[in-house]
């Protein structure tokens, strides 16, 4: 009879050794998603506010084109100012996955390449291009419409990442 007790007191002692350990991995796992959904979400309200500031030069690049004065212009786009550390990082870490669906997977993915070095450089590259163009008097017609549909085509893209961070942060 003493093996029994024996025996059924280390096997009680083992399973709610057990039982502990499990129930404060989970609750650190929760607590850790938490955290990871927080810095995410300042994250995210950073990158908004930094594309707010995208358009609002873009605004204003648009405005020194149409009244041919782009030789008076000197902004400047920093994508890689962006922050996607977080981001990169729920991507290594899986969390990505259990936070966000297939569709909304690929858009974050474009997001992060697109806001690097290689594209702040080639937007500025980009605009300094139009700039030479439009020193010419004889391309300025020809160049301005031109340049009119590049800023069309860089403020629809930054509008539209606005749109999907605004979506994103509602899913978090």
Not at 101 to 108: A, E, N, R, V
């Given at each position: 009879m003493t093996f029994w007790n024996v025996f059924s007191g280390v096997f009680a002692g083992i399973v709610?050794?057990?039982v502990i350990n499990l129930i404060v991995s989970w609750?650190?796992?929760?607590?850790?998603?938490?955290?990871?959904?927080?810095n995410l979400k300042?994250?995210?309200n950073y990158n908004i506010k930094k594309i707010e500031s995208?358009?609002?030069?873009?605004?204003?690049?648009?405005?020194?084109v149409n009244g041919d004065s782009l030789d008076s212009y000197f902004g400047y786009f920093p994508l890689s100012k962006v922050l996607t550390s977080t981001i990169n990082q729920i991507f290594n870490n899986g969390l990505a996955y259990r936070f966000f669906?297939?569709?909304?997977?690929?858009?974050?993915l474009d997001f992060?390449?697109?806001?690097?070095?290689g594209g702040e450089k080639y937007i500025n590259d980009q605009i300094g291009y139009n700039k030479g163009l439009f020193k010419d008097i004889n391309l300025r017609q020809y160049s301005k419409g031109r340049i009119i549909g590049d800023i069309d085509f860089w403020e629809k893209k930054f509008k539209?990442?606005?749109?999907?961070?605004?979506?994103?942060?509602?899913?978090?």
């Open positions: 709610a050794g057990v609750i650190f796992t929760k607590n850790n998603n938490k955290n990871w959904k927080n300042f994250e995210i995208f358009i609002d030069e873009i605004t204003e690049y648009r405005n020194k669906k297939d569709k909304d997977i690929k858009q974050l992060v390449s697109e806001f690097t070095y539209s990442y606005k749109e999907f961070l605004n979506e994103m942060l509602k899913k978090l």
